[in-house]
């Protein structure tokens, strides 16, 4: 199990307290009527489907291999905003497989993301904030390096949990930038057979499922703009730093862009790339990207 009692009603308490202020009995009333006001709401979705697919005869002078390709992405916003008060919530869902000829399929593309903040106005472009976010994928990743196989990852494994308290900057709609100097984050490790093939286990004590980071700061910067009507870029970066192992080179810095062209109504181009850095995976810089052709579909109340 994850958590033991004890560290179950810790993370409970500090959470709870954390999401407790001096206006507490304000938010009670404005949760209360998020509930039954829905006028409030901007909502916007989109659900996309990639495939792509190379074939080549058997006397192909230049060369080839067979493969076939498929992808699929969920993206869901919900935001609220009554007063000084803001609810903002946001979903991110990425999963593709690639098989080639002659090879097991293989996972190109797997993210899942979840992010909500409660947010108080202080002055016209700053929000005192409470949020909390989770980063995980879907499916197992193995090490095609070594035969046979090697598991290195999986559903929870690892999963990151990150819970923030501070301050942000929105000058316009498009982009937001979160300071949140009291940042806990907890990195679960399901599978404890992972510690076998991945000698850092994430960051994890090996033979334990959870690592907890009490002292913590994190930043959080999201762009999110349409250039043109057919045209939008997605950027998100996060930083963290845990306060007791703070040094230059074990400070975490992930950037996830998508690059979203829309060629018809529901056809569309999709590049996505994801840039991290964590000592406590590799010492060195990790990314991966894709680009993909399919359909787009998008519904949303925002005003234009």
Not at 48 to 59: D, E, P, R
Not at 61 to 75: E, H, Q, R, W
């Amino acid at each position: 199990m994850f958590f033991s009692k004890k560290k179950f009603i810790a993370v409970l308490s500090f959470t709870s307290l954390l999401a407790m202020g001096a206006h507490a009995q304000d938010l009670t009333d404005s949760v209360s009527q998020v509930a039954s006001d829905t006028s409030y709401w901007t909502k916007e979705f989109s659900a996309g489907l990639n495939f792509n697919q190379g074939a080549f005869s058997s006397n192909w002078s230049a060369g080839g291999v067979n493969s076939v390709a498929l992808g699929a992405i969920l993206k869901g916003k919900a935001n609220y905003a009554k007063g000084k008060w803001s609810w903002d919530n946001q979903m991110e869902l990425l999963y593709g497989v690639v098989k080639n000829e002659g090879e097991v399929g293989r996972k190109s593309n797997d993210r899942i993301f979840l992010d909500s903040k409660v947010g108080y106005s202080v002055s016209e472009h700053w929000d005192a904030y409470f949020s909390a976010n989770f980063l995980s994928q879907f499916a197992n990743g193995y090490n095609y390096d070594e035969d046979p196989r090697t598991l290195i990852s999986g559903f929870l494994s690892p999963a990151y949990l990150t819970t923030s308290l501070g301050f942000e900057y929105k000058p316009n709609d498009d982009f937001v930038l979160r300071i949140g100097p009291l940042s806990p984050r907890w990195t679960f490790v399901n599978d404890l057979s992972i510690a076998d093939n991945v000698e850092e286990n994430y960051g994890v004590p090996i033979g334990e499922t959870v690592r907890t980071e009490w002292l913590a700061m994190q930043i959080f910067a999201e762009w999110d703009k349409d250039i043109s009507e057919n045209f939008n870029i997605l950027s998100r970066y996060q930083m963290y730093a845990n306060y007791e192992t703070l040094s230059f080179k074990e400070i975490d810095h992930r950037l996830d862009v998508t690059l979203t062209a829309k060629i018809t109504e529901i056809i569309s181009v999709t590049f996505t790339s994801i840039n991290l850095y964590d000592y406590d995976q590799d010492p060195g810089i990790q990314y991966s990207q894709g680009l993909s052709l399919g359909l787009l579909y998008k519904v949303s109340n925002k005003k234009e």
